[in-house]
């Protein structure tokens, strides 16, 4: 009952950012930076088993973004500076008020089959024995991220094509992570949560960036819709015997017309993506009701965000066991996990404290206590 985890990411420690920007400039060894790497997954490790959590990640503290790092790992892709995809990116950004990696992975090549998190995996299994949760993007974030229509033309004619190759090493991937002993697969999939601000002729900010910088089209609400699904369940299909789970951001403006509006916009696409369970932003104010959300699941499990991740304000356990309440008697506290709204740090360089951080986490794990007493 309310399995307490976290969505990935947490704040690197300077150490380890100044060790990338300087292995960057060929000044640390790749041995240096590996043994700093440890050391920054231990010190995360640590925290998540200090306070108290059921399910733990490594911190995606090997990763510079949580989505471009599959750059480093997949052969196939090349980092490319936004500015070299478009002179004035930054200005477009700015304008849209969006925030994008600006070191990106651009498809330039077929992609190979290649190790996405297995590494990770195996290292964090020798540091603890709770159990692990492996994040990995997910098809569609994937394709709008890197697919560039200059860039990657020659070796994917379309957006789709290279969408379609993604997945196929994903799965290889899941297979190889279930193989591992990994006890959780999450697919990152805020793009998918984002066209919850899209309607069918207009995309959201994040699509109307990527269409100026990368040279995409928007397909309309509903095939963006179903495209994601398709990717999604293509990149799952067949696998057992691991349990799967697929995280949403929503992040809506306060002056944005779909403020207060969830993730049942996507229905009923959303639903019939074949994970067992979906990863939800709900602290944050504007995300809409989960209740909307959790009546529609067909015995998938809910993982609610009751914390927030951009606010420092501390959440009181009491005030947690509130947002889990209706939830737990709707679904079954079986099947209500509790986590953050999303990772800490999503990129290397968003920081957020980690004591504050450590603090959430906390009050999360003594909610959980509370609410296990009364429901058992
Ligand atoms: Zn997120």
């Known amino acids: 009952m309310f399995t307490t985890s976290v969505v990935g990411s947490f704040s690197r420690p300077k150490f380890l950012i100044d060790a990338f920007d300087d292995f960057s400039k060929g000044k640390v060894t790749k041995e240096q930076l590996e043994e700093l790497l440890q050391d920054a997954t231990k010190l995360i490790v640590k925290e998540e088993e200090l306070a108290g959590l059921d399910v ?33 990116a930054l200005e477009v950004l700015r304008r849209e008020k969006v925030q994008l990696t600006y070191w990106r992975a651009v498809a330039t090549e077929p992609l190979k089959d290649s190790v996405i998190a297995l590494d990770e995996l195996q290292y964090s299994k020798t540091i603890t024995d709770r159990q692990i949760k492996i994040t990995l993007p997910s098809p569609y974030l994937v394709m709008w991220e890197t697919w560039h229509s200059e860039r990657s ?4 004619p ?45 995309p959201d900010r994040y699509r109307r960036v990527i269409e100026q910088i990368h040279g995409q089209k928007y397909r309309g609400f509903r095939e963006e819709a179903r495209l994601a699904r398709d990717l999604v369940n293509e990149a799952v299909q067949g696998v057992q015997g ?13 002056d944005s017309p779909n403020y207060g509006v969830g993730y049942e916009k ?29 009546e529609a699941l067909d015995g998938q499990e809910m993982a609610l965000g009751v914390v927030q991740v951009m606010d420092r304000r501390v959440e009181e356990p009491q005030e947690i066991v509130s947002r889990a309440e209706g939830l737990a008697k709707l679904l079954g506290p079986e099947r209500v996990w509790l986590v953050p709204d999303c990772g800490f740090a999503p990129g290397m360089y968003r920081g957020f404290p980690k004591s504050v951080a450590f603090a959430k986490l906390k009050s999360m794990v003594a909610a959980a206590g509370i609410l296990r007493k009364k429901f058992s």
């Open 242 to 254: 691991v349990r799967i789970g697929m995280h949403m951001d929503r992040w809506p403006n306060a």
């Open 158 to 202: 379309e957006p789709e094509d290279l969408a379609k190759d993604y997945a196929k090493i994903l799965r290889r991937e899941i297979l190889r992570l279930k193989d591992a002993g990994v006890a959780f697969v999450q697919l990152d999939e805020p793009m998918l949560g984002d066209l919850v601000e899209a309607s069918e002729t207009e």
């Open 266 to 294: 996507l229905f009923p696409e959303v639903l019939d993506i074949k994970v067992k369970q979906f990863v939800l932003e709900y602290a944050s104010p504007g995300s809409g009701d989960p209740v909307r959300f959790a």
């Open 56 to 88: 733990i990640t490594d911190g995606e503290q090997r990763r510079t973004s949580f989505v471009s790092f599959v750059g480093q790992k997949i052969a196939g892709f090349k980092p490319v500076h936004i500015k070299e995809l478009r002179p004035d």
């Open 153 to 156: 033309r020659a070796v994917y």
